[in-house]
């Protein structure tokens, strides 16, 4: 990928006093001005200043509102200017704003400092090079240019452009994601087909054969449950396919104006003999209006089920390995953030691992003893094909949260505010328990 020469973006700062450190001007104008000081009047000098401060001022502005992060680094390691771009990529502080600061005074990070230093002893420039950073706030992934400067004689010092590539990298990935779907939805349909005959087949003469041994009086109990066997098997098996296809075949969603709160207070009333049953608790939180959606009820229950039943199975999976008494808690939370709602799930269960989080939305990828691998999967495909978005977070010991973000339907014959009555009877605002 190669930096546009010229980007610029809007800004409401005024650029740094300490700019008027880069030389604007040619060396040889500014000898020949100094040269001829004496036999230039005032009002000349003050012309001549005045444009060499627009120059300076036009510059900054330049330099401030490109979109790629520019920062100037002499030999001895001393960052000279940095615009605002880069303190935006770069995640510094306003500190780093101040001249002649040593770069490992800067960059605090030691992942960003080391990307930089391995620039520098680049004798020769380096273009639109890519760089992964795992920081503390998530994964970045950065271009870097370094260009070095150079006088007549020697290198003074290195400029650096970056580019803050991670929101395209995510985009390249669901893209990538989105083709393997496609190519696998492909491929199972039929290997599906190929399967099904020869189980339909199997299941037929399966029927006919227990006819047969019982024409002839054939009672015998390890033979009938011989057979008993390989009918579960072949249904076991059929099952197996039927729900692989469910999650990897699009649907066509039939879309109809559906109330939120509705929806999952529905669900919640549906679950809460399993909440019951294991003790824990469930506490419903909203933010903001209750929105309408357009959906498709079924298919959106469905989702919030899976969602559930997995932070079920955390929870318990988490009171079996550490035996502690801690309640078990689900908190599902609704936040409305302009034409968009979000449902946010927590729950305080096991947890998932930094690493196995990156899979949690692949097909057959699973973490539990008898889980298979599905669930996310299916969820993630319901939710894209109502235009949303679902996303993740998650610390090991302390719980997972699940994110989904939905559209708000443009005609909403009505808003549950703020003050008003929910359809039970409740107020809004405050949380309610299960």
């Not at 190519?183 to 189980?199: K, Q, V, W």
């Amino acid at each position: 990928m190669t930096f546009p020469r010229f980007a610029f973006k809007r800004r409401g700062k005024e650029p740094d006093e300490w700019f008027l450190k880069v030389r604007i001007m040619k060396h040889g104008f500014l000898r020949r001005l100094l040269d001829r000081v004496e036999k230039i009047d005032k009002e000349q000098i003050v012309d001549y200043m005045r444009e060499i401060a627009q120059e300076r001022d036009l510059l900054a502005l330049i330099f401030e509102s490109m979109i790629e992060g520019m920062m100037v680094i002499d030999s001895e390691e001393t960052v000279l200017y940095i615009n605002q771009s880069a303190r935006d990529i770069l995640n510094l502080d306003a500190g780093a704003t101040t001249p002649d600061r040593p770069l490992e005074r800067v960059l605090v990070n030691p992942h960003l400092l080391a990307v930089c230093r391995e620039c520098i002893q680049s004798p020769t420039p380096i273009l639109s090079r890519e760089y992964h950073l795992d920081l503390p706030e998530g994964e970045r992934f950065l271009y870097v240019n370094m260009i070095p400067l150079k006088n007549k004689t020697q290198r003074v010092s290195s400029l650096f452009l970056f580019m803050d590539v991670t929101e395209q990298k995510a985009q390249e990935k669901k893209l990538r994601e989105a083709e393997k779907l496609a190519a696998l939805t492909t491929l199972s349909a039929g290997m599906s087909h190929e399967i099904r005959n020869p189980l339909n087949s199997l299941s037929i003469h399966l029927q006919l054969l227990e006819r047969q041994l019982k024409k002839k009086g054939v009672d015998d109990k390890e033979t009938s449950e011989n057979l008993a066997v390989i009918t579960n098997e072949i249904k076991r098996l059929n099952n197996v396919i039927e729900t692989f296809l469910s999650a990897v075949r699009p649907t066509q969603p039939q879309l109809r104006l559906v109330n939120l709160y509705t929806l999952i207070t529905d669900t919640l009333t549906l679950m809460e003999p399993e909440f019951r049953q294991h003790g824990i608790r469930v506490a419903l939180h909203e933010e903001g209006e209750w929105p309408y959606i357009k959906a498709d009820e079924v298919l959106m229950k469905q989702a919030v089920i899976n969602i559930l039943r997995n932070a079920i199975e955390a929870i318990i999976q988490q009171q079996d390995e550490t035996r502690a008494a801690r309640p078990g808690e689900v908190v599902i939370s609704m936040v409305r953030d302009g034409d968009t709602v979000n449902l946010i799930f927590s729950d305080n269960g096991r947890g998932i691992d930094r690493e196995d989080l990156k899979h949690i939305f692949e097909p057959y990828f699973t973490t539990k003893p008898n889980g298979t691998g599905l669930g996310l999967m299916i969820v993630d495909r319901i939710i894209r094909e109502h235009q949303g978005a679902l996303s993740a977070h998650s610390e090991p010991g302390q719980g997972t949260q699940l994110a989904i973000t939905l559209p708000v339907a443009a005609e909403s014959p009505r808003l549950l505010e703020h003050g008003s009555s929910h359809p039970d009877g409740t107020a809004p605002g405050v949380s309610r328990m299960v």
